[in-house]
C-alpha cells in the first residue's frame, strides 16, 4: 500500500517548520545575548550633568567624516540598562584631527555579572577605537560584552557635542 501526500501539505509543512525555526532562533538569540551580558538597545543615556571636556590640545580643526572637532581630551557618561540594574561608564576620549589617539572607560559595576563584563569592555576598548575617526565609532560587541557598548556610544555622542568645532 502506497500513501502520496499532496504537494500543498509538503509546503504548509515546510512553511510551517521554516516558521518554527525563525522563532526559535530569535528566542536563541535573545537568550544568547542574555547570558553573554546582553545584546540589546540601551534605554537611556546621561552625560550633560558628569560631562567635561578640556581643549588640552592645540586650536586646530580637522575636519573628519561629517563633522570638525577641536583637538583635546574629553569625558562624558553613558548609561545601559542590563537584566538586573541600569549600569553606568565614564568615557575620556583624547581626539587629534578627528582621530581618537587614547581611550579611557571607567565605570561603578552594581550587579557582579557586570563587572566581569565591563572589566572585558575596558581591557579590550583600546584595541577597538584607538586610531579611528570619531565620526566611525559605533562598537556593538568589545571581549564579549555588548551592553556596555551601548553606554560607550552614547557617551561618544555626547563627546562630539562637546568637541564640535
Not at 18 to 36: F, W
Given at each position: 500500500m502506497s500513501m502520496s501526500v499532496s504537494s500543498s501539505v509538503r509546503k504548509g509543512a515546510a512553511v510551517a517548520?521554516?516558521?518554527?525555526?525563525?522563532?526559535?532562533?530569535?528566542?536563541?538569540?535573545?537568550?544568547?545575548?542574555?547570558?553573554?551580558g546582553g545584546a540589546g538597545t540601551p534605554t537611556g543615556s546621561t552625560g550633560s550633568d558628569g560631562s567635561t571636556g578640556s581643549g588640552s590640545g592645540s586650536d586646530s580643526q580637522s575636519s573628519s567624516g561629517s563633522g570638525e572637532y577641536t583637538d583635546g581630551t574629553y569625558t562624558a557618561d553613558g548609561s545601559y540598562q542590563t537584566p538586573e540594574t541600569v549600569e553606568q561608564i565614564s568615557v575620556t576620549l583624547t581626539l587629534e584631527d578627528g582621530i581618537v589617539t587614547e581611550v579611557e572607560v571607567t565605570g561603578e559595576p552594581q550587579a557582579r555579572e557586570t563587572e566581569q563584563y565591563q572589566g572585558q569592555f575596558i581591557d579590550g576598548i583600546a584595541e577597538e577605537v584607538v586610531g579611528v575617526s570619531i565620526d566611525e565609532l559605533n562598537v556593538s560587541r568589545v571581549a564579549g560584552s555588548s551592553l556596555t557598548s551601548g553606554g560607550f556610544n552614547a557617551a561618544v555622542e555626547d563627546i562630539k557635542d562637546q568637541a564640535a568645532a
Open positions: 517548520g521554516v516558521a518554527g525555526l525563525l522563532v526559535l532562533a530569535g528566542c536563541s538569540n535573545a537568550a544568547d545575548a542574555e547570558a553573554a
